[in-house]
């Protein structure tokens, strides 16, 4: 929607997906954090070869039991999770705007 929006088709994109729970991940919540990778696999998708970028987050998920909350939609509000997480973006735009 955004390329869309501004005309750029070939606009970088660097996006994570919904890794909360972890290795754990099943049901709807693994299918879809599936295909959000998926989206940046250029065999699957061969037009966003080159400028989508997906990162797995789910190695970034801390327990309750190491985070300031039990709240596992946001992340148990974990600070090292989200740095992680916005470290991985960074880094898969980077790689985008290298190529």
């Not at 929607?1 to 997906?17: C, Q, T, W, Y």
């Not at 299918?31 to 990778?37: A, F, V």
Request: proline letters at 4%; hydrophobic letters at 35%; charged letters at 20%.
């Amino acid at each position: 929607d955004v390329r869309a929006e501004f005309g750029k088709s070939k606009l970088p994109v660097s996006i994570a997906n919904t890794g909360i729970g972890g290795a754990s991940a099943s049901g709807i919540r693994l299918t879809i954090l599936e295909g959000q990778l998926a989206v940046g696999n250029p065999t699957l998708y061969p037009r966003f070869d080159g400028n989508v970028s997906s990162a797995d987050t789910r190695d970034f998920w801390r327990e309750s039991s190491v985070s300031p909350r039990n709240q596992s939609f946001h992340w148990n509000q974990n600070g090292e999770t989200y740095y992680l997480i916005g470290d991985a973006i960074g880094r898969g735009m980077q790689d985008l705007l290298s190529e």
